[in-house]
T-cell receptor, first 111, second 113 residues
Framework: NAGVTQTPKFRILKIGQSMTLQCAQD?????MYWYRQDPGMGLKLIYY???????DKGEVPNGYNVSRSTTEDFPLRLELAAPSQTSVYFC??????????FGPGTRLTVL | AQSVTQLGSHVSVSEGALVLLRCNYS??????LFWYVQYPNQGLQLLLK??????LVKGINGFEAEFKKSETSFHLTKPSAHMSDAAEYFC???????????FGAGTRLFVKA
């Protein structure tokens, strides 16, 4: 997980609250991704970015927003938390060889 | 459209036995293929990948996988399982030059003493 950091590691939210999951990289790669991982479902792509100022939706973007003002940071915003957003969230970067490097994850529970 | 199917959500083997985790893919163009491993409470780590060239790919920790275009498969094997191999394994596919990687649902490997 070297080079990709995520904060916080754990968080419990109440329904309707908002929060920002932070992701930062020090590897100077343009491509960054947010995934959610649910048991037995693999990883689902939420949003991705191909460089500062450029973002696009993935497979499951509803309920989330992102921004990419710098190469280093790619925060994920939950505006109105819902129980369906209980999951483990991973940020990743992609190298030129298509390999992805993942952060350690944020475990989010919405009650 | 690309897709990845991993056969078996759970696989259990005895220590020292052969490990075989199955992965089939669908892609309209030659893909890049990957196996990632996830240990408990950690992110995914690259185990091995196939891009072009030799179809038998060797990865870390004694794992290898063979790209078989005719069978659209990329099965992961290891001759002798260790207790430390217990983890979840994900097969993934991406298109050359594409932005996205598609992950399979994962196979959890259990290793019995």
């Amino acid at each position: 997980n070297a080079g990709v950091t995520q904060t916080p590691k754990f968080r419990i939210l109440k329904i309707g609250q908002s929060m920002t999951l932070q992701c930062a990289q020090d590897m100077n790669h343009n491509y960054m991704y947010w995934y959610r991982q649910d048991p037995g479902m693999g990883l689902k792509l939420i949003y991705y970015s191909v460089g500062a100022g450029i973002t696009d939706k993935g497979e499951v973007p509803n309920g989330y927003n992102v921004s990419r003002s710098t190469t280093e940071d790619f925060p994920l915003r939950l505006e109105l938390a819902a129980p369906s957003q209980t999951s483990v969230y991973f940020c990743a970067i992609r190298t030129s060889a298509d390999t992805q490097y993942f952060g350690p994850g944020t475990r989010l529970t919405v009650l | 459209a690309q897709s990845v199917t991993q056969l078996g959500s759970h696989v259990s083997v005895s220590e020292g036995a052969l490990v075989l985790l199955r992965c089939n893919y669908s892609s309209s163009v030659p893909p890049y293929l990957f196996w990632y491993v996830q240990y408990p409470n950690q992110g995914l780590q690259l185990l091995l990948k196939y891009t072009t060239g030799a179809t038998l790919v060797k990865g870390i920790n004694g794992f290898e996988a063979e790209f078989k275009k005719s069978e659209t498969s990329f099965h992961l094997t290891k001759p002798s399982a260790h207790m430390s191999d217990a983890a979840e394994y994900f097969c993934a596919v991406s298109l050359t030059g594409g932005f996205k990687t598609i992950f399979g649902a994962g196979t959890r490997l259990f290793v019995k003493a």
